[in-house]
């Protein structure tokens, strides 16, 4: 079991002025650490208790799936961007990847559209299934891992990872994810690691 979430793998006004400060803060520091003392009160002292958060994931249910599967989700979703990020991948596997989803302006829209589709609260992944690269929406809590694919990036469409920098604008937030966040060295591992395993 995860003794506490992840670090930030960057300073949290690193995102500036592309995401705020403000909203790093309120999202990791309540949602995603909140998620994390829901989970500890929830398995403490059982079985369960000594499990990862992908195996929770696999094997339970409720609230205990819901915050192990936030946990983890939040985990990968700030592993997902980095400063400076975004924009079309550079030539190599990830290129390749992208490329067979019909290219930089295809994937841009389709993943923005997948993100903008989810009704209520979830994610937009881009994930391989059997091998190839797929752009998925999953909601609430729910993660790509629990029906076999594999994750390569997510991006988390709650309101509240977006709201106080877009308002209600799910699409504006989208856009600037995948124009300037993206982190395409953390789909590149993510994809090589997959590989590796297979």
């Known amino acids: 079991m995860y003794v506490d979430v992840i670090p930030l793998p960057y300073a949290k006004d690193a995102l500036e002025p592309v995401m705020k400060q403000e909203t790093v803060e309120f999202h990791y520091e309540k949602h995603h650490k909140g998620y994390m003392a ?30 192990a599967a936030q946990v983890w989700n939040h985990d990968f979703f700030w592993e ?11 030539a ?14 295809k994937f841009r829209a389709d993943f923005i559209a997948a993100g903008v589709a989810r009704f209520g609260s979830g994610y937009a992944w881009l994930v391989l299934d059997r091998g190839k690269g797929k752009i998925i929406d999953t909601p609430n809590a729910e993660n790509p891992l629990t029906t076999g694919a594999t994750p390569l990036l997510t991006c988390d469409v709650w309101e509240h990872a977006y709201y106080l920098d877009h308002r209600n604008n799910r699409q504006a937030f989208l856009e600037v994810f995948l124009d ?10 993510n994809a090589r690691a997959a590989s590796q395993a297979d």
């Open 38 to 67: 829901k989970l500890k009160s929830l398995i403490a002292g059982k079985p369960e208790e000594g499990k990862s958060l992908v195996e929770l994931m696999r094997t339970s249910s409720g609230a205990v799936f819901n915050n």
């Open 180 to 189: 300037r966040l993206v982190s395409w060295d953390f789909v590149a591992r």
């Open 80 to 90: 997902s961007m980095k400063p400076n990020g975004g924009g079309a991948p550079p």
């Open 92 to 105: 190599g596997d990830v290129g390749d990847l992208i490329a067979g989803l019909g290219g930089w302006e």
